[in-house]
């Protein structure tokens, strides 16, 4: 019902940046919610920033003053802006978000299909 079209990860140095992109496409009458996960090998999965459609945003406090999260509606994108990268960074980012869809009741969750993301010398 949602596809994603991750773009962005790669293999950045300490200290880089990276932009992740997520474009959301589909059977979608509107979304509430965009933002970006991530889990690294043998940990949970967990937030990493969310904007709603009215630019209510959340940070986890790991990636605060560091990382930026936007939103453009129109085009149903979220971006994040990922400066002063650690080692600790290094995870796959799943994109997620919570939409209301055509066939379904209720508002549904959705996840892309995740990008690596690596900080490293």
């Known amino acids: 019902q949602v596809q994603f079209a991750e773009s962005g990860g790669g293999l950045v140095q300490p200290g880089g940046s990276l932009r992740l992109s997520c474009a959301a496409s589909g059977s979608i009458r509107n979304i509430y919610s965009m933002g970006w996960y991530r889990q690294s090998p043998g940990k949970q999965r967990d937030l990493v920033a969310d904007?709603?459609?009215?630019?209510?945003?959340n940070y986890a406090n790991s990636v605060k003053g560091r990382f930026t999260i936007s939103r453009d509606n129109a085009k149903n994108t979220v971006y994040l802006q990922m400066n002063s990268l650690k080692p600790e960074d290094t995870a796959v980012y799943y994109c997620h978000a919570e939409a209301w869809t055509t066939g379904k009741a209720g508002l549904g969750d959705y996840w892309g299909q995740g990008t690596q993301v690596t900080v490293s010398s």
């Open positions: 904007i709603t459609r009215g630019g209510m945003i």
